[in-house]
């Protein structure tokens, strides 16, 4: 069982602000889907799915791109023929 400590740990590691208003519904909602997924463990099966399976993906196409000086023109930051984005930390 996930506690409200578990639920405000998991949210300043994904850095997304949840107050105390919101707290036991999100601790709440957390719970439920784990119960979801300890019926999914106990479900039997021989692990063969019960379908057939067929690509739905198409072939690629090669199409025609933007010119990179139009696509630099509409960029906050470049650098050497990029665009710069700030570091992900």
Known sequence: MVSEKHVQHIA???DVGIDEAEL???THQFNAILEYFDILDRVEG????ARNLYNILREDEIEPS???EDVL???PAKE???IKAPRVM
């Open 24 to 26: 036991g519904t999100f």
């Open 12 to 14: 300043e590691l994904a």
């Open 80 to 82: 050497d023929g990029f």
């Open 73 to 75: 023109r509409n960029a």
């Open 66 to 68: 933007l010119p990179q």
């Open 46 to 49: 021989d692990g063969q799915a």
